[in-house]
């Protein structure tokens, strides 16, 4: 079972952490979009389900990305919830000093969920997504994609190395017994 997980379209905001905020994104030109539905095409075929974040950027991704494809909102599909830190540019962050990924996975913003948390919430999603049949298609968040990337590496620290672009395809397979494989990361059209 593959799951391709796409990032939405580039988040229309002021430069602060979108996270939970529900904004809207930037679809690219009619050629790109064209372009970009060809290569999931040529990666996915039709996809046997697809799943969406209830933010906004994400729906509005999905659409514009499967016309016609009816999609399941999923709210464990959400972004980290920054808490406190939503909306701050990155220079207004606190500075967390040296952390190892792991102590970084666990870190919580006030008011907010670590990455860790967003893994444990994302977690029994996948596992359902990895009973179904034929691919499924999910367009979410980075975080989404790199807490998906935790499971298959075993460790949410590892897992915050990644850098995922805005409408990049990252894959993974589900595997017997409960093992995953990653087929690609961060994959954007040419």
């Known amino acids: 079972m593959e799951i391709?997980?796409?990032?939405?379209?580039?988040?229309?905001?002021d430069g602060g952490l979108a996270g939970r905020r529900d904004l809207p994104c930037d679809l690219p030109g009619a050629a790109e979009l064209?372009?970009?539905?060809?290569?999931?095409?040529?990666?996915?075929?039709?996809?046997?389900?697809?799943?969406?974040?209830?933010?906004?950027r994400c729906r509005t991704t999905a659409g514009a990305l499967f016309p016609g494809l009816s999609a399941r909102e999923d709210a464990r599909l959400w972004e980290q919830d920054f808490g406190a830190w939503e909306g701050l540019p990155p220079a207004e962050i606190p500075d967390l000093g040296p952390l190892t990924g792991a102590a970084l996975a666990r870190r919580r913003p006030p008011g907010g969920e670590s990455f860790a948390d967003l893994c444990k919430r994302l977690r029994p999603a996948l596992k359902e997504a990895a009973q179904g049949e034929g691919p499924l298609a999910v367009v979410a968040h980075a975080g989404t994609a790199r807490g998906a990337l935790a499971l298959a590496l075993g460790s949410p620290g590892r897992a915050l190395g990644f850098e995922i672009a805005p409408l990049s395809v990252t894959m993974l397979r589900a595997l017997p017994g409960g093992l995953w494989?990653?087929?690609?990361?961060?994959r954007l059209t040419p």
Not at 36 to 45: A, E, Q, T, V
């Open 34 to 56: 064209a372009a970009l539905r060809g290569d999931l095409r040529g990666w996915i075929g039709v996809p046997a389900r697809l799943w969406v974040s209830p933010a906004l």
């Open 4 to 13: 391709f997980i796409i990032r939405h379209a580039p988040t229309r905001s």
């Open 181 to 186: 494989s990653v087929g690609f990361v961060n």
